[in-house]
């Protein structure tokens, strides 16, 4: 598995930025992919998760109501829709994936196994 993220950018408080997890083109091959961020001089963060097996995402509360995770019918995407970013959600935005064999949605960055290489997102105020 190779996640790739993209998406990030530079956008004003108030605006909106449409974040993709992919695996190279192919199914992303494991049942919970997660999003996480990490802004400068700080610890990596959860975002949201969801399983591909099914389920409700999870979100972190700082994110709840405003970001939007999914996948597309293929399994080959997750996005991260993020709407009304403000400052404090500027980091460095990673994808990760648990092994293929769970299904469980975690939140600990230590129960990911593959991490894509990271998308800035700025937001200016």
């Known amino acids: 598995v190779q996640l790739q993220a993209s998406g990030g950018g530079l956008v004003q408080a108030g605006g909106s930025l449409r974040l993709s997890c992919a695996n190279s083109?192919?199914?992303?091959?494991?049942?919970?992919i997660g999003w996480f961020r990490q802004a400068s001089g700080k610890e990596r963060e959860f975002v949201a998760a969801v399983s591909l097996s099914g389920g409700s995402p999870v979100y972190a509360d700082s994110v709840k109501g405003r970001f939007t995770i999914s996948t597309d019918n293929a399994k080959t995407s997750v996005d991260l829709q993020m709407n009304s970013l403000n400052p404090e959600d500027t980091a460095v935005y990673y994808c990760?994936?648990?092994?293929?064999?769970?299904?469980?949605?975690?939140?600990?960055?230590?129960?990911?196994?593959?991490w894509g290489q990271g998308t800035l997102v700025t937001v200016s105020s």
């Open positions: 990760a994936a648990r092994k293929p064999a769970v299904t469980v949605i975690a939140r600990s960055r230590t129960q990911y196994y593959y």
């Open positions: 083109g192919r199914t992303l091959n494991s049942n919970v």
